[in-house]
């Protein structure tokens, strides 16, 4: 299999080394190579490992030694579930029902298995089955759901994102038919749930948002400023835009190992949606519909918006892909579109925060850019239950998830969560942050969610690729994108 992996870094460090343990090559009690060795090996920065081994100690599986290094603790990984704790509580289950999540951390993974273990102790004759579909992140444009989908195997619930694919497969299972559905609805935010297509284009409800999440631009002014960029307006301009992309290039230019912004070329699909905001041509008229996505690339602004993407990448000096690190470290002056935060990426917060937020900048005098709403979701697939009484079960147990105390990624991370009464770690961020963050999420619109929405994005992406890097013209990506898109996205 090629292609470019989208699991960070550190966790395939930290896998690679469990494996390692787990099948002899490394003992108990060997010292671990240092960290500048390891992050030669694995062709990282130093910081990527440091999160590595951070994870490790935190679970017991290594130990620090002050002024020697790092050591094996045990023989093997213990890799039991937390369901197992409880076995002595329960009898057979009557009812197992598997449930999918992408790649995400170590600790949300054991979080979701223990709320499947307490889910059990509500629900004595339901097994959930939680496990990782992709443990080695996505590879070009490949979804792990789809092939479990024509394979016939998909589990009986799963969380996803651009989940109009599975819809337009006749893959999901309609939630508004199932009971409580209204109710569950009203108690969540508004873009939670929103109609996909299914075969026979009929809109219903296929996935319900677990949390929500918008672009915005972050800039660390502490590089800023040594870069000699010291007043900050309130809002930003590709004006603005431009100057500051000259500046810290020229800074990142003549200190090696410093980057004046972020911006990952696409691959497949992957970082194609974080653009858009910046090509809008009017964003009181976008939907998620096919046309809106092809009136996007029609517009004016478009063609404006993609000039100045290929100018700044030019003249900004770029950071090389997957190292969010180096920013959270000052090593980066500006993140152009993320859904990220600074204080993500370690788990370190930061009090006296060096980062400030700004919505993305619209193409066009008088316009306003609008963010693209992102829902990371769940919901039932068909031909992962078997009768009605595995649907109901299903059905108990995504409602168990929204339970304020199952809304288990939000205590982890700053995406808004999709209950209203949930909280998460927005809450720690400095008023300023704060606000922005969910400015931008109450303006944003919803995703593109059509049929094919994989594919367009992906075609698009790889006539974005070399706009962005100057080897065809704004022009050129657009007639280019369309002609391809003409036979994918059906009016």
Not at 53 to 64: C, V
Not at 75 to 100: K, L, Q, W, Y
Not at 196 to 208: C, G, L, R, V, W
Not at 434 to 463: C, M, W, Y
Request: net charge neutral; charged share 20%.
């Amino acid at each position: 299999m090629t292609g470019k992996t989208f699991t960070p870094q550190y966790i395939r460090i930290r896998n690679d080394i469990i494996n390692r343990i787990n099948n002899g090559e490394l003992k108990k009690d060997q010292r671990l190579p240092s960290e500048r060795e390891l992050a030669d090996a694995f062709g990282v920065s130093r910081i990527t490992v440091v999160g590595a081994l951070r994870d490790l100690e935190a679970q017991g599986i290594i130990r620090k030694v002050r002024g020697s290094g790092s050591y094996i603790s045990c023989s093997t990984v213990d890799n039991e579930e937390p369901g197992e704790m409880f076995g002595s509580f329960f009898g057979p289950a009557r009812i197992t029902i598997r449930h999918g999540i992408l790649i995400c951390p170590p600790q949300t993974l054991f979080i979701v298995k223990t709320l499947a273990a307490l889910f059990r102790m509500e629900n004595p004759d339901i097994k959930v089955e939680v496990s990782m579909l992709n443990p080695e992140g996505y590879v070009g444009s490949e979804d792990p759901y789809l092939g479990l989908i024509g394979a016939g195997t998909p589990p009986a619930t799963g969380e996803f994102f651009f989940h109009s694919d599975y819809s337009a497969l006749n893959a999901l299972h309609p939630l508004e038919e199932l009971p409580g559905f209204e109710e569950l609805v009203s108690q969540l935010v508004p873009g939670a749930a929103f109609p996909t297509m299914n075969m026979n284009d009929e809109p219903h409800i296929h996935a319900i948002a677990l949390k929500t999440n918008a672009r915005h631009c972050i800039v660390n002014t502490g590089f800023l400023a040594r870069a000699g960029i010291r007043d900050l307006p309130e809002t930003l301009t590709f004006e603005i835009v431009d100057e500051w992309c000259e500046r810290l290039g020229a800074y990142a230019d003549r200190h090696p190992g410093n980057y004046g912004t972020s911006m990952p070329l696409p691959f497949g699909w992957h970082y194609v949606i974080g653009y858009f905001p910046y090509l809008w041509g009017d964003a009181e008229n976008v939907d998620s519909s096919a046309q809106s996505f092809l009136a996007v690339l029609e517009s004016k602004s478009c063609r404006r918006g993609l000039e100045a993407l290929a100018r700044w990448h030019r003249t900004s000096r770029p950071a090389p892909p997957e190292e969010d690190d180096l920013f959270l470290f000052g090593r980066i002056g500006m993140v152009f579109s993320t859904t990220r935060h600074p204080c993500h990426l370690n788990g370190m917060p930061f009090r006296d925060s060096p980062f400030r937020y700004y919505p993305i900048p619209a193409a066009a005098d008088g316009m306003r850019s609008a963010s693209i709403l992102g829902n990371f979701s769940v919901g039932i697939f068909r031909g992962g239950v078997r009768n009605e009484e595995e649907l109901h079960a299903a059905w108990r147990w995504l409602k168990f998830l929204y339970q304020k105390r199952a809304q288990y990624p939000l205590s982890l991370e700053y995406d808004f969560p999709a209950r209203r009464d949930a909280a998460c770690r927005l809450a720690e961020l400095p008023a300023s942050q704060r606000n922005t963050i969910v400015s931008t999420i109450a303006g944003a619109h919803p995703q593109f969610d059509f049929k094919n929405i994989r594919a367009a994005l992906g075609v698009f992406g790889e006539e974005l690729r070399p706009c962005l890097l100057g080897k065809i013209t704004p022009e050129q990506c657009i007639a280019r994108a369309r002609e391809r898109l003409h036979d994918i996205v059906r009016l």
